[in-house]
């Protein structure tokens, strides 16, 4: 549009039609030149000057963003060492609740062992069908002792309160 212009103020000043001398041409040549090049040059200048504006406000706003992610990445980090807590606690209560398992099993089986013992009058046990009481008791204070020793060792993966005074 500037070239249309500095081309409409030249024959509007000069009212000339187009010369065939090579001087005339030189002089248009020069006047052109020297009228197009400044306004050309400061039309640059506005480019690049609006280019190193949007270049600043993209760096801003690319900053922004990477300040944004390390604290995404910050939270997400924070969100994952909850989830392994929770993981482990989990893993730990189920192996608690396993050993829990295990240890009533085994005290149902001494239980079971010792009411039959019981069931049995003073003079019959079930293996020989007569022996003496004190070999029935005897067996009941074994089985006894190994409920009282199981439970002894066994105390932390046990509830706190049990439900039952006795194992």
């Known amino acids: 549009m500037s070239i249309v212009a500095v081309f ?14 090579s001087s005339a041409w030189g002089d248009f040549g020069d006047f052109i030149g020297g009228t197009l090049s400044p306004i050309l040059t400061f039309v640059s200048i506005i480019a690049l000057v609006h280019t190193i504006e949007l270049q600043r406000q993209q760096l801003q706003i690319a900053r922004k963003e990477l300040k944004n992610s390390k604290i995404e990445v910050r939270l997400t980090r924070l969100e994952l060492e909850k989830s392994a807590k929770a ?14 398992a295990l240890i009533t099993t085994r005290l149902s089986v001494l239980r079971t062992e010792l009411d039959m013992y019981q069931a049995f009058p003073d003079e019959a ?3 020989s ?8 008791q005897q067996v009941i204070a074994e089985i006894m002792d190994s409920i009282n020793e199981f439970y002894t060792e066994n105390t932390s993966v046990l509830p706190e309160n049990p439900s039952s005074g006795t194992p």
Do not use: W
């Not at 409409?8 to 001398?21: C, D, R, V």
């Not at 993981?87 to 829990?100: G, K, P, S």
């Not at 069908?129 to 029935?136: I, L």
């Open 8 to 21: 409409g103020i030249y024959f509007y000043a000069f009212h000339s039609p187009l010369n065939h001398e």
């Open 87 to 100: 993981q482990a606690e989990t893993a730990r209560v189920l192996q608690r609740q396993a050993e829990y």
């Open 125 to 127: 046990t079930p293996s």
């Open 129 to 136: 069908g007569r022996e003496p009481a004190s070999k029935r």
